[in-house]
Every structure is written in C-alpha cells, then in structure tokens.
C-alpha cells in the first residue's frame, strides 16, 4: 500500500516541501509507493513580500499571485478544503467539507495571520499592508494623506522581521516624493529597547533613523487605539497622538491549530533539529506555524523546508535520518526606494548586517521575480 | 495555576528572548508562570527591565551551564 504525505497549508513552505518531494521521490510516485496530498485554503499562492510595494504602488496587486495549481507540481492532487481538525494520535486531518485523510506523514505547513481585534481599536483605527485587503486600504489612505503625525506600530509576534524598518524607510521616501515631508513626523515604536529585535541592525538603524528624521518610542506594546481621538497607548504607559496609524499587528497561528489541542496559540512545538512536532515520530512542522524562537520569514520557512524534503526522502528511500536544520535565516532589508541591504544568521552564527547598497536593492526587486522559482523547488 | 511555560530561546537571535516573552505572556493566564531560556547575557537586564516596567512579577533568575533561566508571572 502507498505510503501516504499528507501536507496542510498551500503557502510558500508547503509547497517548497511538496515540489521537492517530488523530485527527490519520483520513482517512488512514479510506481505508486508514494502518493502525496495537499490541502490548501485559497487556489492562488501569494507572493506576501510583495504586499510591502502594493500601498507605495510600486507592484500591481496581480503580480503577487499565481494559479497554486500552477506552482504546484502536477503530482500533487490540491484541494482547496481547509483542514478543521488534525488528530495526530488516529493520523486523520478531517477537512471543512467533511472529508477525513489518512496519512503516513504528515507536514503542517499552516502558517500565520494577522490579529489586530486582539488590540482594542486597532481594527477600526489602523492600517497594514499584512493582507492584500489592509494593503488596499492603506495605499487609498496614502493617496489621501496630506501631511500629519506618521506613527508606525510594531507587535510581537509578528512575520516578516525586517518589515518594520522597510515600511519605515519608504514611508519615509513616500512622503518625500510627495512633498510632505516637512508637514510630516514620522513616530516609530517596537515592543522592546531598541529598534530591532536583531542587535547589529538596531544599532545600523540608529544614526539612519536620526539621518531621516525618524523619532523612535522603544518598550512600546500597544495597549489599545482610540480611533475618534486618535491616539495609540502601550502597556508601558505611553499614548501617542496619530494622524496616520500604520501597524504591524500581532500574529496568531491558524484556528485548526488550536482547535486540534496542538498548540497554544496556533504554535506547534517543534523540536529545533529535526522539525518534527514535539512528541510525534512523523509529523513535520514547517514556516510561521512551529513555535520554534526563530524569525517568522520567508527564507526560514525555503531552509526548514530543504530540511524536511531531505529528511522525509531519506526516511522513506533509506529508512534514515539526513540531516538537521541549523537555524539558517536569510533576509533582504529595503532601506528606502532606491536602497537595500540582507542580513543571515543561525543558531550559532550571529548576524552581521553589511552596508546598503542600490545594488542590493536591485537584488532584491529580481528576488520579487524569481520568488516563483523558490515556490516550485528551482532555487 | 497551568504548568509553567518553558520557552527555549538559547541561539535565538530573531526575534529574541524579550520578544520570545512578550509573544509567550500573550498565550498564558493571569497567575501563569513562563520560564525563558537565553543564552544572551544581555536578557538578564532586559528581561527585568521590561517585566518591572509593565508590571508583571519578576519570580527569579539563575545562570545555568551556558545560559541563564528566567521566570515571570504574569500579574495583568
């Protein structure tokens, strides 16, 4: 009988791990062994990044999708049926329309979402570009802005590391360009003491920050936002007045998580290593949803995804364990329109940002085109 | 009283142990302890810091072999 892959979630990790499956198994699908299946919650994958680009229009809402059938290779049967529970102990995932799969192993590839009803006001009173339909907002908000107090809210937890500091610097450049600069002020906070939760690109941002103007409040987690008032307040007592809120909202992980008894929050915890669900021989976690102390990103989710196509291969081709995943984190950092900059790091190397570069940038806007090749397993 | 939250941020480097905390006292009840893990001297400033500003109960600290344990109770 086939050995059965079971992956839940259709964005970038899941699907990486399921176009490297198939090539590192194609004999085995090829006669039948192996069958693997994938449960998703939209047909089109999303480019994320992109939506960084979308409120500045400097990318076109259609360039940050692609059919997921499309990305996906033609082995993998799709099914846009989300999971409504996952029961680890009898390897059933049980979808919203009723249907149960069976599995030898399984990858949960969930992912995150925003939740900013979790902050009283911060629906009614804020902006984000974290979803296509935030993006949209805040880019008529943009066209509509004619000076004022900027002030640009960041929450824990939250994807996209280095995305505070990139809206920053282009909000900046935005309302250079649109000559409304010097009617404007541009507030940043960050839940902890400094700029940045990585040490050397807080202490790079700091004279660029004073270069732009930018003013900072630090130990700031937001408490609430009065949206007739217009003023955000943190637990640490603080309340600024806005007249244009831009928040990176704090994070959750997916409901059947949570639903499923598999994590607090919609975290599953996973051992660091080996990427396997704490407890389980055969349950893979993979991207935003582990509850790993790593970033929540783009590059965490290809590494950790590389990982476990070797691991899954090798366990079902030669009943053994590859190799571990190492932390490894990558990511480009856009340091205004015209400039950029990438930082790496893993569990025991630490980070070392160097100096931005309109090379690096350039770098960057390919990577917003080749990021289709990272989804299909290419690069 | 849950058991405590343990959360292992040795090597962490993004987002970090105070993050890590921040994000872990979000998920846990009034009364509820959680126990960070960092290999980063620098948490046991920040941490305190943070928990004192805001208000929760600082329960303790203690160097471990090659990092330090750190316990707070969320009080709000």
């Given at each position: 009988?086939?050995?059965?892959?079971?992956?839940?979630g259709?964005?970038?990790?899941?699907?990486?791990?399921?176009?490297?499956?198939?090539?590192?198994?194609?004999?085995?699908l090829?006669?039948g062994?192996?069958?693997?299946?994938?449960?998703?919650?939209?047909?089109?994958h999303?480019?994320?990044?992109?939506l960084?680009?979308?409120?500045?229009?400097?990318?076109?809402?259609?360039?940050?999708?692609?059919?997921?059938?499309?990305?996906l290779d033609r082995r993998?049967?799709?099914?846009?049926?989300?999971?409504?529970?996952?029961?680890?102990?009898?390897?059933?995932?049980?979808?919203?329309?009723?249907?149960t799969?069976?599995?030898?192993?399984?990858?949960i590839?969930?992912?995150?979402?925003?939740r900013?009803?979790?902050?009283p006001?911060?629906?009614?009173g804020?902006?984000?570009?974290?979803?296509?339909?935030?993006?949209?907002k805040?880019?008529?908000?943009l066209?509509?802005f004619?000076?004022?107090?900027?002030?640009?809210?960041?929450?824990?937890?939250?994807?996209?590391?280095v995305?505070?500091l990139?809206?920053?610097?282009?909000?900046?450049?935005?309302?250079?360009?649109k000559?409304?600069?010097d009617?404007s002020?541009i507030?940043?906070?960050?839940?902890?003491?400094?700029?940045h939760?990585?040490e050397?690109?807080a202490?790079?941002?700091?004279?660029?920050?004073?270069?732009?103007?930018i003013?900072?409040?630090t130990?700031?987690?937001t408490k609430?936002?009065?949206p007739?008032a217009?003023?955000?307040?943190s637990?640490?007592g603080?309340?600024?007045?806005?007249?244009l809120l831009?928040?990176?909202p704090?994070?959750?992980?997916q409901?059947?998580?949570?639903?499923s008894?598999?994590?607090?929050?919609?975290?599953?915890?996973t051992?660091?290593?080996?990427l396997?669900?704490?407890?389980?021989?055969?349950?893979?976690?993979?991207?935003?949803?582990?509850?790993?102390?790593?970033?929540?990103?783009?590059s965490?989710a290809?590494?950790?995804?590389d990982?476990?196509?070797?691991n899954l291969?090798?366990?079902?081709?030669?009943?053994?364990?590859?190799?571990?995943?190492?932390?490894?984190?990558?990511?480009?950092?856009?340091t205004?329109?015209?400039?950029?900059?990438?930082?790496w790091?893993?569990?025991?190397?630490?980070?070392?940002?160097?100096p931005?570069?309109?090379?690096?940038?350039?770098?960057?806007?390919?990577?917003?085109r080749?990021?289709?090749l990272?989804?299909?397993?290419l690069l | 009283?849950?058991?405590?939250?343990?959360?292992?941020?040795?090597?962490?480097?993004?987002?970090?142990?105070?993050?890590?905390l921040?994000?872990?006292?979000?998920?846990?009840?009034?009364?509820?302890?959680?126990?960070?893990w960092?290999?980063?001297?620098?948490?046991v400033?920040?941490?305190?810091?943070w928990?004192?500003?805001?208000?929760?109960?600082?329960?303790?600290?203690?160097?471990q072999?090659g990092?330090?344990?750190?316990?707070?109770?969320?009080?709000?």
């Open positions: 009988m086939a050995k059965q892959i079971l992956i839940v259709g964005g970038l990790s899941g699907t990486i791990v399921a176009n490297g499956l198939c090539r590192q198994l194609h004999s085995e090829s006669s062994s192996v069958a693997i299946t994938m449960l998703g919650a939209q047909d089109t999303m480019y994320q990044p992109g960084l680009y979308v409120p500045f229009g400097r990318m076109r809402e259609s360039e940050l999708f692609r059919s997921q059938r499309k990305v993998v049967p799709y099914f846009v049926d989300p999971a409504k529970n996952i029961d680890v102990d009898k390897k059933a995932v049980t979808t919203q329309s009723g249907k799969y069976g599995y030898d192993f399984l990858v590839a969930t992912g995150s979402r925003i900013p009803d979790n902050i006001g911060m629906v009614e804020s902006h984000w570009f974290y979803d296509l339909e935030g993006a949209r805040m880019r008529d908000a066209t509509n004619k000076g004022g107090k900027v002030v640009i809210n960041i929450n824990a937890p939250h994807k996209c590391p995305a505070p990139e809206i920053t610097f282009m909000m900046k450049d935005y309302l250079a360009a000559g409304l600069l009617k002020e507030t940043y906070t960050y839940p902890i003491g400094r700029l939760s990585l050397p690109v202490h790079w941002a700091v004279p660029e920050f004073q270069r732009h103007g003013k900072s409040e130990f700031f987690n609430s936002v009065d007739k217009k003023t955000i307040t637990e640490e603080t309340t600024l007045p806005y007249d831009i928040t990176v704090p994070h959750s992980g409901q059947v998580i949570t639903d008894n598999l994590g607090a929050g919609g975290w599953v915890p051992v660091r290593n080996t396997l669900r704490e407890g389980s021989s055969n349950v893979f976690i993979v991207g935003d949803t582990t509850n790993l102390p790593i970033s929540k990103a783009g965490t290809h590494f950790e995804a990982t476990i196509i070797d291969s090798s366990l079902i081709k030669e009943d053994r364990w590859a190799r571990d995943y190492d932390g490894k984190v990558f990511c480009f950092v856009e205004g329109f015209s400039s950029g900059t990438y930082v790091f893993n569990y025991t190397t630490p980070p070392n940002p160097g931005p570069s309109q090379m690096l940038h350039w770098f960057k806007l390919a990577y917003n080749m990021y289709w990272s989804a299909r397993g | 009283m849950s058991e405590r939250m343990k959360v292992d941020a040795r090597g962490a480097y993004c987002p970090g142990p105070l993050m890590e921040i994000a872990a006292l979000k998920l846990v009840k009034i009364g509820d302890e959680i126990e960070v960092s290999s980063d001297k620098g948490s400033k920040d941490i305190p810091e928990v004192n500003k805001v208000h929760h109960d600082m329960v303790g600290v203690t160097q072999d990092y330090w344990s750190l316990v707070v109770r969320k009080a709000k």
